[in-house]
Structures are given as structure tokens and as C-alpha cells.
């Protein structure tokens, strides 16, 4: 990319990258701070509001443990967790990130059973019931669902899932990535009977990669005493012996919660309905300008199931023939601003705009009206008039 | 305006006000720093940076004073410094800040005579000769031109005004307000035969409002020894004395020096003839869409005369029987873009964007969205399709 | 000082200037913001906020000025709103800074009439009321005081001399300069009856040198509608037109005003009578150290007099034949610790050791060292312990 | 610590725990940067800028694997990249550091063996190469040494164990635990012969806690191959797949190389052999105080063997029936001093100074001030003196 980058460009680097995401400045400017002792009567209450305004997010009263680490991390972690060697789980087939998952489980030794899905249109839930019945020994330990993937954007309704596990009277535990939906979608873990939830602070809840935290049911702690797995890091016994923290195996990364405590506060600002309701309207003004640029055979959308759409990010599918980091370059070297490309086999075929964490209309509208350039630029056949269609939209 | 605004906004507040500015992050960095001792042998350095590197940027190789002050002072700084009680100056009227500078100099005991102008259309130099070749006792003193009048969107061209002094060959210094166009127009100081520019840190040096300087010919410097009017704060004899800086009465304002150091490495690394090429492609995309919203008697361009456009700020009048005001109350409330209001006598009647500073394409259409979408949320008549205009000038 | 300084040194560079001052985190925190309009919604809060808490500090109820300026600027304003061409002020001799504001008045053009004072004891108070009963025509229009003069480390106490032209029945103003004391020293405007008070951001409100403002009684206000003096950036009455504002004449410098909300806030959280009580206490620590290092002809306090002494800055003599600069360069160099020279008359014949702002005991416990050891480093004269008692002062 | 703490106490925190350490303001200003996409041009550069910059301090040509975590982490993908089930490792014991990296390599299956040491007094190092010898089948895959141990305040030389192993003509692995001496004091992985060196950001490095790395020799890559311990986020052979990163399994935490990346440009300004002396000498000034501070049975110096104190973290020992805590809570409530309390079985019995990263020495005597004053408030019988010597060693 370095050669078509006239260097340097200027303004505000605009960020539609599905994350890391757009931190706010209040945020960066918690974190620029002289860091302190993690024992130090100054930080504790900083401490203990980060974890109680976390739960509040995540809609839990359980458990919550923390990590430094990314979000493969904390997946990770609630593998080891809370499985066996030689133990299978369900994994409902999304995109790059449930591959991912899967691939971290069976490097561990866990078995790994898959309910395939057509990516474009998104898991039909009722096989997950099938495959549950299907299982009378109870071999399933866990059925792993991606919330919201990042990489399709495609997002499986959690408590749809839940219904069917429910239905399908079995026992395994229920594990839920939200590390692109937390803070941008709607998340309930204790209404939707969740039993381990795994996020990341990078995505909606505006900060810099760097931590990542599983929220655990009774249930899921229940499940946890037994299980074998080799952790020590991420072990969250091990962890609650690590007083007056009950978390954290190490070091507790006193900059990353002054992150996170700006990032709270200006969340419960906005209120949570609010935050949810911003990221459908940026997503959907997305989705307007993606339709109008498909007339003329040009890009779509990845996702064809309109009940499933992701309101945090927006999966693109190029035309034939073009190539979506080629557009990228151009978006990007011309105007500044940064898209995200496709992930594993979808690499080059799709491009992605994210929405997440501080971001409104106008900046959308920018991001949006350099895509529409950059397909005139670039050649790329398209429908003129995606940004109107989003003014349209934003401005109804 | 604070009943209209929904609180609290998220995202980028993107900033179209005609200064002060965008600062960039790595000027807000820099001044985010321990203050040193102006005598520090680390700051010495630094200060003799700024210096040569803001002579520079205003194309002189002469005398440079630096004020803690804003723009206002660095005015009286040079009035006061030039002049004697009862001496006459002649103002090129060219709006609201023209006038300032009378009432400023009307104030100190300087006559002011003007020479006047349609607002719209920008003065006619040649009357600047004949008020000149009228003086025969040379009473005037100072010929002031504001290069690039904020209020109204109008640019001014030094050069020219230059050629009717020197055609009049007539004595009086020739003083330049540089304010709203350095490092945004070109400028020339000593090419163009300058004898005191006028400047500021707030718009295009990309800087928190708080510095503002004179930059002073040979000429200027003589004017200057038997220039009577009372100062001290900003008497530059008095300056000279203070070594080793040369400048400042008082404290010398160190953070602000790093903030200018970092912005000129900016403007630098960019090149002046880009930075003057990018304001110019900036303000001719909100032309073009001001163009389009002009028809369906919509607000339409303030400034009449194509020569005198302004690159960095576009002052725009509303219709007949729309408020300004209210405009921008929607822009800010509704799109958290911040726009600017008419001064003085175009109070409500027009409202401005300013394209000064850390600014791009993609931003910019940001902004034309919020303002179109506006518009029409307010029933403000206007025609469709701003935005589009300056997608297709921004992409040709 | 560049050739003795070995590069880069390590660690906090700890500021013993006697202003600039100690910037706390949370102040450089707050300034690192983008600017935003100064009529913009969402600060018009913080402008109310700063000037409301600005007058507590100051002690009065009256009115209040800034201006984007340092402290000399803040006395240009209050000298030329307040007088008229050849009227007299009586200047309290205190130091440079007295003779400073006598300079600049009589470049205005008023008359300068000085009680003159040793600047090792400090002035006597009852020569005021002499001088003031000796002008029976009232051609004294103002008595300036430096409360805390920051080039010797003496204080007048302001009600004292209040109390002499009481007795003096005069009707002259009474103006103090308060920028080394305010927010470090006791200060009571209104109580103690005087009718213009300038100060400074850059030292006790801790905040980086930029703004500066006069605070006015109703008696100075009727004064200033009948001074003469020119003036236009800094005059009160066209500030009173600049609605909402009422203050500054040009931008409003809003990033400052983060800066002031932050450092006020820190104020109010320690409590005015705390953060009086930490300065006395630090510049004790400071006293005792140097009533050491006096023993064996070593360095002594340059105030002699015990109720005059600075609580914000100590200014210490060097024995014969020891420069302060020499003594400065070995603290700087070796130490990375910065302290003030000597001004004017007085330039390499003293230091000083400032304790203005966010400090405490164990910085100045590190400063004090810096300098005892360079004393031995340089192999000047002093008597050992001046740590070790303040250390015993501290902990008493 | 709550109700002890006088709120809210002004001035610098003076930091003084064993890490997280340090960080000067550059490296915290640039962290303060908003997020880009880590495949972005421009972050390019500074991924591999920081990658050469780590290896040259580590002192290797081979393999370097970064992981968002902290040292922990570190230590876990170290063991779990090396090993496999049931294998032995030996480790020498130096506190509460070398018996948690046993405590994790047990949870991973991996049998541990122990070289006991007085942890006062430090390891005998002829030990390990007993240990080697005795283990003819060459059950030992790997030595394990913690270089400096952060909770005792104990050194152990590398290259003397590396001498054992070699004079023991074992081939077992050479792993090092860097964490707490890397850029404070010396080390040379490829010249001493180590084959994985772990180290995290939050010390020498002077970063927040959030970066840990392993750098690996070629033995190590080839031990790697058949390892067969549990792991995904921290399996190198995964990491070398991602391209063109060569290291991390899921996000690259761009920030974090924003700090480092300034942090490396401060070490090699400042140069590797002065930052070591810097800490040998502020870790000789602290020393010098203790050994005053135990006469009249006062508080000493844990370590015993002068040949093994480190010069990055001070353990010190209180006299009986004085607590660390207490003395710890009288120097951070009443002088804003932070240090390190007892770790493990120490806790209570001992406090720890830390000199990492961003000091100096006027910080360390305002550090050691804090601490005598305290002696002296809380009774602690101690010898008076401490501050003086360290200020005679500083100055010599």
C-alpha cells in the first residue's frame, strides 16, 4: 500500500475499520495518565466501577474476570475454563471468527462439531435444535454462537439460540462471543440465559485493544471446578485467590481502566438504549448507500438476510472482476479514511465498513461519500447516489 | 442554544467554524507538556525553530515580534509600534474586520479614512491609487488591508494593492492582516513588499488561540524609532532588549511554542504549495455545492466575484426570511458540526464555513451533508445535490 | 548553558522556578482537547464556570476581565483603563517587577512617583501614608503594590497598606499585583478593600502562561469611564459588548479555559486555606534548608526581614565571588532540577527556588538536594543539613 | 489504606514500586493517539521499527514473538510453546516469582524441579549444575531463571548458569525471566546463551502493563516443533502464519507500539550502557540509605550478598514487630510517595523501592526523604542519616 500513498495526508484520519474502533478523545485522554500502584488507595474505586459498570453493559449480575489480553484471549481463557481435554462443543458456523474459535478449541484438544451455514444468509437456528437432539449421550458440552461476525457481518439472534437449547431439553452450557456487538447491539446475558460471554474492549466499548474479560453464569462456574484443561494465566480460580482483585493473574493494567472508566461513563451518558439506537441508524444509512450502489451490478451486500444484518459492521461484496483492497488503496490513499478488508477466504472479494464506538452522521457521511468517489476512481461499476440515499435516510 | 441540543452528542464534533481551528492531534500533544523554564537550555532550541520556521511560512527574511495575545493584539502591537497620535491610516473596507481595525486604530488617536466597498464583490483597488494620488502631503501613513476577510468571505489581493501604492508612489508602509490566510492562501511578504504582516496561531498554523505576531520590513523597523503611540506590553524596542529571545515583554508562553513547533514540522512534511492547494480544492467543493443548494432560490454565495472568493472561509446567505442562526442550531444540534455566524451586520443573515486548518475531503463532505440535511429538516428552499457536486469536483 | 548540560538526562525534570509553575496532569489533560466555538453550546457552561470560580479565588463579588495575554498584559490592561495621559501612581519599590510596571506606566505617559524601599527588608508601609498626606492636591490617582514580589521573595501585605491610606484619607486607587501570589498566598480582594487586582494563569492556578485578567471594584469602574489612556484590545468597556461573554475583545482563547476549569476544580477540592497552609509549609521547608546552608558563609535568604517573606518563592544570596547562574547550571545540568536566576540588578547574585503550584514535600525534599549537593559539587561554601532540616520541619 | 489517606494530596506522585513503572510523558503522549488499522501503511513502520528496536535491547539476531498480556503471559506462552505434558523443568528458586512460574508450569502438567536457595542470601549456582549432572537421562528439558527477582530484590547472573549447564554438558533448554531487569540492568541473550528471554513492557521498558514478549533462539524454535502443551493466542507457529506480522494471534494492540516505539527512541538516546548505569547508581543511592537506616536495629537490606543485590528493585526488611504496611501507608497518605509492599510469605515483613524507568536522582532522594520522615512519624527505630548519604554517594 506504500507506494500509491501520497504522504502525508491530512485531517482526521476518518476510522470505518469494524475494529479496533474509533476512541473518543475522553478516552485517550484517561489513559494518558502516570500510571499507579494496582493496590493504591486511588485506584481501587476505579477498579471496582469499571467492573460494576461492565456487568451493567453485559447485563449480568454473575461472575467477571478480566484479562490483559485481546479478544482471542478471553476466548481463550473461557475455553480452558470451563472444558476437558477430549470434551465437545457446538459451534455455529458464522464466518472467519467461529472457524477461528474452532480451530483454537481443537488445538487445545477439544472436539469440535460445526452447524454449517451459508454465510451470506446466516445459520438457520433450528439446526442448532437438531444437532442438540441428535446428541443423546450429551457429548456437547457448550454451543459456541458468534453474536455479531465481524468478518460476514452476519449477526445470530442469542436468544433464539437460547430457545432451541432450551427446547431441545439439553444441558450444555451456552458461550457467546460479543466482541463486536457489546456496546453496539443489543445484549442481555442474564435475560437471554447465557452462561459465558466473552468481549473485548476494542469494538464498541471504545478503547484501545488490550483487554478482554469473560462474564460467567453459576452455572458456567459450576462447570468450571471440573473442568481440566491446562491454564494457569487466564485460570479463574486461580484468580480469585488474588485479593482484593478477584481477577487478573498478574499485573492489573491500571492504564487500561482509565480507559475504560471514561468509556463507561460516557456510555451511561448516552444511555445504552441510545448507543444501540445510534449504531442501527449508522448502519442502516450504510446499508442505504450499498443499495443504491448495487444497481448497475455493482457492490452488495454480503449479507442477503435482511433479519440478520449487523449493525456494527457492513460486509461488501465487490463485482466480479474488482477487487476490494484495490478500492481500499484508494479510499484510503486518497481521503484518509480506513475500511476493513475480508478476512480468510473472503480476503479481497469484500471490503467492510464499520460502525462502532464514537462515530455520528457526519462522519459516516464522509466515510460513505469517499467509498462513492473511489468506485468512480477505481472504474468499479456502481449506482451513483448511495450518499443521498443515506442523507435521505439520516436526515428522515 | 442550549434547549435544541440533545445531549450529549458522540463522535467526531466536526468543526467548520472559521477559526479558531482544527488542531491536529500532534499539535494538542505537543502543548499536552511540562512547562520548562523559557530560559531552559531545552527550549532555547526550540524557540529559535519557531522563529525561523514562521518566517518562513510568511515569506520574510526580516523582523519577527511574537505577542501572548490574540489576533486583536498582534493589530494594536503593530499600530501602536508605527504610529504616532494623529496620524492617518487608510482602510480597504472589506467588512467586519476591516471595521474592527478602524474602531482599533479611531481608539489610539489615528485617523482612519476608508476606502469603501460592496461587500459582495470586493473592492475595486484602483480606488486605493486614487485615494493615495490624492494625498499630496502624504498625511497617510499606513495603507491596512485585511487579506482574507473572515466575515465575509472575501480575499483581497496584496499584490495588486501593492502595484496602486507604488503607481501613487506614495511613502506610506503597507500593512497586511494575514489572520485567516497564512498557511492557507498563498503569501509572500517580502516578494509582494510587505512591511508588516499581521498574524495569528489559531487558524491555518493549526494552534490554540493565544499567540500572535508582527513580522516587520527594514522600512517598518525605521517607521517604528520615532512611532510615538504609548505601548509596552508590546513595544518592540523594548522586545530587543530582552535577551536571547528578542521578543516578548514578560513571561514568554513556552507550551505554546512546542504546539508551533509541531504544527510547522506539519506544514513542512506537507509542503506550502500543498497545504495552499488543499484549502483551495477544500473551499472550491463547498462552492460547488453551495452552487447547486443556490437554485430553487436557496442560500446562495455572499461574495459575488469569482477573483475574490475566499479559500478558506465561505461566508453563505440565507434566503430572504431564513434565519442563519436557527440553520446552525440544527447543524450542531441534530449533526454535532460546528458552523460559523454571520458578525456585526450580517448577524443571522448569512452563516460561514471555514475549510482552515487539519481539514480534508472526506471531512468536508461530512460537513455539506450535515448542512444539506439541514436545510431541509428546516424548510430552508434549496436545491438538491450539494454534496454530490463536491463528490464529483473532489474525485475529477 | 548548552555545553555543561550532558544529553538526554532521565526522569521528571522537578520545576523550582518561581513561575511557570507546576502543571498538574488533570490541567494538561483538559487544554489537550479540540478547540470548539467559543459561542458553541457546550461552552458557554465552562466560561461561566471559570469566571465564577476565578472571583471566589480571587475574593471578590465585583467585576472581572481576561484578556489573552501574560501578566504584563493584565497590567498594560488595568494601568490604560484606569488612567489618563499625565496622571501619577505611586509605586511601592518591591523589586524588578515594581520597577517594571513603573517603566511601563510612564511609556504611557503617566507620571511615576516611587517610595523607595531596601529590597532586603521590604518597604516600610508608613512611607505610604506619608506620601499620600503630602499630596494634598490628589494627584495620585493609584497606589500599586506587588503583593509578592517574585525577583527578591519579598511580600507587602496588601491590608496593611490599605489601612495606611485609610488613615491618609486619600481618595488614590489601590491596585495589586498579585500574579506570584494568588492561589499560593492568602488573598482577600474585597475585604481588604482594593480596586484592582491582576493576576496570571501561569502560577498558582497552575496552568501554562496565556491568560491573564484584572478584577475591578465599582470605584475602578467609575474610574475607567473617564481614563484616557488608548487602548482597544484591552478595554474594559468594549469588552461589556461582547455579549454573552462580557470579556476579551477578539477569540475567545477556549482551550485555556479548559485548562483554568481543571486547575479550579483542583483548587476547590483541596480547599483554598489548604493550599495556602501547603505553600507556607513548603516554603518553611525551603527557609530552613537555606538557614543552613547559610552557616560557614554559605548562601542566606535574601529577605531579612521574617514577616516579609515569600511564601511562593525564596530568592537566596550566594556569598562573594559565587555565581547563582554557575551554581544553576550544575543543578540543571547534573540533576535535571530547574530553578530561577536572578533578575535584573540582581542577575547572577542569587537564585531562587520557586514552590508554586502542584507540589509537595518529597519534590521539594528532591530539589533541595539537587541544589546541597551541587553547593559541594561546585565547592561553594555552605554549612551540611539543610536537607536533613527540612526533612524535621516536614515530618514535625 | 481508605481512611488513612488525607484527600486529595497535590503535586507529583512520587512512584517508587518495583512496576509498573515509570512512564515519562512522551511515551504516554503517544500512546494518547487514536486507534489505526494495524495493516495500515502507516502503521507498517512502526510494527518493525519497534520489533529491531526490542531485539537490539534484548540483545538478539533470533525470533521475537510479541503478545497483548502481561509478563505472566508471557511466561505461559514460553512454557507452552517449549514443552510438552510430563516433562520436567528446573527451576531456581529466588522468591515468590520463580515458585509462581513453577506453580504455572505444574497447572500446565509439567513436573517441576527445585534448586532451593536462602532467598536473603541468593542461589548457589553450583547447585544447578548438581542438578544437571545427576539427571543422566536428560529428563530436564528446561532451566528456568528469573535474571531479577522483583519480590526479594535478588539478582542471578545468566551467564553463570549458562556456565553450569555447559560445564554440565546438559542439553536443556536456558530460559530467562528478563521481566524486571531488561533495560535497567545488563543483559545479552545471544552472547550469554540463552534460548527464550521473557520480558513484558511495564518496567525497564516504561510502558503501561499490556505488552509481553519471548524473544527465541534457534534451539528454540527446533524445541518448539514437537511441543505439545495446549495453546492457540500464544502458539508461535500460528503467529508466523500471520502476515505480514510475523507475531500475534488476533488484533495487533496499535498503541502499544506507539509507547514503545517512543520508549525505544528514549533508550537509545540515552544509550543501553547509561540507562544501566543510571539504574546501578539510583539503586546504590537507595542502598546507601538503608545501610544507615539499620544502625540502631533499623530496617536492612533483605539481600545479604552484595554480589547479588539488585539494581532495579531494593527489598527492605523491617525490624520486627514493625510492619512494611503501616510504614508503606504513613509514606503514601501523608507524602504521596508510592512503594511496593511484601509479596507472598513476605507480605508485611518487608518494603520494596523500585528505581525503574523514567528516575532520577533528585526523584529517588524525595523517594528516600519520604520514607526517613515516615521512620521517624511512625517510631520505627532507625538510624538518622539516610537521605545524606545517598546525597554524598550522588554527588561523589
Known amino acids: ?21 474509533n476512541i473518543p478523545d475522553p478516552v485517550l485522554r484517561a489513559i494518558d495518565r502516570p500510571t499507579i500502584d494496582f493496590h493504591d488507595p486511588d485506584f481501587l474505586p476505579v477498579y471496582r466501577e469499571v467492573f460494576a459498570g461492565l456487568k ?13 489480553g485481546s479478544g482471542h484471549a478471553a476466548w481463550e481463557a473461557t475455553l480452558t475454563n470451563l472444558l476437558s481435554p477430549g470434551e465437545t462443543i457446538l459451534v455455529l458456523d458464522s464466518g472467519y471468527f467461529s472457524e477461528e474459535w474452532g480451530k483454537m478449541a481443537a488445538a487445545h484438544g477439544v472436539e469440535v462439531q460445526t452447524v454449517a451455514a451459508d ?28 453474536h455479531n461476525e465481524t468478518a460476514t457481518g452476519l449477526m ?35 435475560d437471554w440465559g447465557i452462561d459465558a460471554v466473552v468481549g473485548g474492549s476494542q469494538k464498541g466499548l471504545m478503547n484501545p485493544t488490550g483487554m478482554s474479560f469473560t462474564a460467567v453464569s ?19 480460580s486461580v484468580m480469585l485467590t488474588r485479593k482484593p482483585h478477584d481477577s487478573f493473574v498478574g499485573t492489573v493494567p491500571v492504564n487500561a481502566f482509565y480507559g475504560l472508566q471514561a ?57 466480479e472482476g474488482h477487487s476490494g483492497d484495490a478500492l481500499r488503496r484508494t479510499i484510503r490513499g486518497r481521503f484518509n479514511v480506513s475500511t476493513g478488508g ?17 462515530l455520528n452522521e457526519a462522519m459516516v457521511l464522509g466515510i460513505l461519500g469517499a467509498v462513492e468517489m473511489s468506485l468512480g476512481i477505481d472504474g468499479v461499476p456502481h449506482g451513483k447516489g448511495g450518499v443521498a440515499a443515506a442523507m435521505a435516510y439520516f436526515a428522515g
Chains 1, 2, 3, 4 share one sequence.
Open 342 to 358: 475480508g478476512l480468510g477466504t473472503l480476503s479481497g472479494k469484500v471490503f467492510r465498513l464499520g460502525v462502532m464506538g464514537d
Open 156 to 190: 445470530i439472534p442469542p436468544a433464539e439460540v437460547r430457545a432451541e437449547i432450551d427446547a431441545a431439553k439439553h444441558p450444555a452450557l451456552f458461550l457467546v462471543d460479543t466482541i463486536s456487538s457489546l456496546a453496539s447491539l443489543e445484549f442481555r446475558m442474564d
Open 119 to 146: 454465510w451470506r444468509h446466516g445459520i438457520e437456528i433450528a439446526k442448532v435444535r437438531a444437532a442438540l437432539e441428535a446428541d443423546r449421550s450429551h457429548r456437547i458440552k457448550a454451543v459456541c454462537v458468534v
Open 263 to 319: 468509556a463507561l461513563k460516557m456510555l451511561e451518558e448516552e444511555g445504552m438504549d441510545a448507543v444501540v439506537a445510534r449504531h442501527h441508524r449508522l448502519a442502516e444509512g450504510v446499508r442505504r448507500a450499498v443499495a443504491i450502489w448495487s444497481g448497475n451490478n455493482g457492490p452488495q451486500l454480503f449479507c442477503t438476510n435482511p433479519a440478520r444484518v449487523s449493525d456494527s459492521v457492513t460486509t461488501i461484496l465487490m463485482p
Open 218 to 236: 453459576e452455572k458456567g462456574m459450576e462447570a468450571h471446578r471440573s473442568a481440566k484443561l491446562g491454564r494457569y494465566y487466564f485460570d479463574w
Open 1 to 21: 500500500m506504500d507506494a500509491a500513498t501520497p504522504k502525508p495526508l491530512r485531517g482526521r484520519h476518518l476510522f470505518a475499520n469494524p475494529g479496533p474502533t
Open 56 to 68: 451493567r453493559v453485559i447485563g449480568t449480575r454473575h461472575h467477571l474476570f478480566m484479562y490483559t
